[in-house]
Nanobody
Framework: EVQLQASGGGLVQTGGSLRLSCVAS????????IGWFRQAPGMEREGLLC???????YYADSVSGRFTMSIDNAKNTVHLQMNSLKSEDTAVYYC??????????????WGQGIQVTVSS
C-alpha cells in the first residue's frame, strides 16, 4: 500500500525558513516522479518542485532560488527546504507520487496536507 506521511509545517515569520519532510512507503522513489505542491485559500493547487529518477526536474518560478527539494533514498524521505519565506507562501503543502517516471505525469497518491503560515 502506497502511503505518504508529511510533517514539519507551522508558523514562521517573513524571511524565515522551514523544512517539510515526507516519508514514503509502498513504492521505490527511483521508479516514479515525486513532487511538492501547495494550495492557498481560494486558489488552485500549484506544483512547486518535482523530481524523477531519470533526472527530470520541475521548479515553479514562484519558488525558484528559495525552495529546494532533496531525496534521502535510505530513509524513503523527500524534503522541501523553504527559505526566504514570504506571506504569499502561506498555504497547505502536499507531497505526492507520480503515476509514471516523468515529472509531467499525473500524481496519483497524496500525503496529508501540511499547513504553512508565514506572518509579517
Amino acid at each position: 500500500e502506497v502511503q505518504l506521511q508529511a510533517s514539519g509545517g507551522g508558523l514562521v515569520q517573513t524571511g524565515g525558513s522551514l523544512r517539510l519532510s515526507c516519508v514514503a512507503s509502498g513504492f521505490t522513489f527511483g521508479d516514479y516522479a515525486i513532487g511538492w505542491f501547495r494550495q492557498a485559500p481560494g486558489m488552485e493547487r500549484e506544483g512547486l518542485l518535482c523530481l524523477s529518477g531519470i533526472g527530470d526536474t520541475y521548479y515553479a518560478d514562484s519558488v525558484s532560488g528559495r525552495f529546494t527539494m532533496s531525496i534521502d533514498n535510505a530513509k524513503n524521505t523527500v524534503h522541501l527546504q523553504m527559505n526566504s519565506l514570504k506571506s504569499e507562501d502561506t498555504a497547505v503543502y502536499y507531497c505526492a507520487k507520480g503515476l509514471e517516471l516523468q515529472v509531467s505525469t499525473p500524481y496519483d497518491y497524496w500525503g496529508q496536507g501540511i499547513q504553512v503560515t508565514v506572518s509579517s
